[in-house]
């Protein structure tokens, strides 16, 4: 299994700022997958990112309020812009055990995310 | 689209209780399903998995069989405890993206 590590664990953001979430895997791997959980809520995906291209944004999320960079294929950031309270949420990246798809995703343990 | 219903919470058992579950699915083909797990200020972890039907997974007791005809993925485990407390999460995996369902809390009491 992959190690996930993310960073911030946790922070406080003031509304109408921006923050940049790091994620580090300790193995090199295809597609990293950006979560949110809202308070209470279930995972909903955000978007897909794959190394050398765009990243692919589900419905209702867009890049200019989510930019993903991948780097390399070891490294991802997500940023949440111009933050506002419906923000607070955790944001856990995740990847591809390498079952070609069909397989089970490995999550980091999130980033918790709070705006006033 | 593929979506992952669950059986709402917060579900209250007393500590050697059975414990079940529900989860239902609707996909187009044949997806992978799993139960994932988030107990109390931790990650989220993967329970068990099931990849084609009439598999069942299993894991620390629990199990799950990957039921085509009704479209289920039903959680069990004969005797819970305290431990066990924490929120479930039902998923599946079609098309490359991980869905999951709504989860549900359960709360064990000893």
């Known amino acids: 299994s992959a190690v996930i590590s993310q960073k911030p664990s946790r922070d406080i953001c003031q509304r109408g700022t921006s923050l940049t979430i790091q994620c580090q895997v300790d193995s090199q791997v295809t597609m990293m997958f950006w979560y949110r959980q809202q308070p209470g809520q279930s995972l909903t995906l955000i978007a897909t990112?794959?190394?050398?291209?765009?990243?692919?944004?589900e419905s209702g999320f867009v890049i200019d309020k989510f930019p993903i960079s991948r780097p390399n294929l070891t490294f991802s950031t997500l940023t949440v812009s111009n933050m506002s309270p419906e923000d607070s949420s955790i944001y856990l990246c995740?990847?591809?055990?390498?079952?070609?798809?069909?397989?089970?995703?490995?999550f980091g343990e999130g980033s918790r995310l709070t705006v006033l | 689209g593929d979506s992952v219903t669950q059986m709402e919470g917060p579900v209250t058992l007393s500590e050697e209780a059975f414990l079940t579950i529900n989860c239902t699915y609707t996909?187009?083909?044949?997806?992978?399903l799993f139960w994932y797990v988030q107990y109390p200020g931790e990650g989220l972890q993967l329970l068990l998995k099931?990849?084609?039907?009439?598999d069942k997974g299993s894991n620390k007791g629990f199990e799950a069989t990957y039921r085509k005809e009704t479209t289920s993925f039903h959680l069990e485990k004969g005797s819970v405890q305290v431990s066990d407390s924490a929120v479930y999460f039902c998923a599946l995996r079609g098309g490359g993206k991980l869905i999951f369902g709504q989860g549900t809390e359960l709360s064990v009491k000893p």
């Open positions: 990112a794959n190394q050398g291209s765009e990243a692919t944004y």
């Open positions: 099931a990849t084609k039907a009439d």
């Open positions: 996909a187009t083909g044949y997806p992978s």
């Open positions: 995740s990847v591809d055990s390498g079952a070609a798809n069909t397989g089970e995703l490995f």
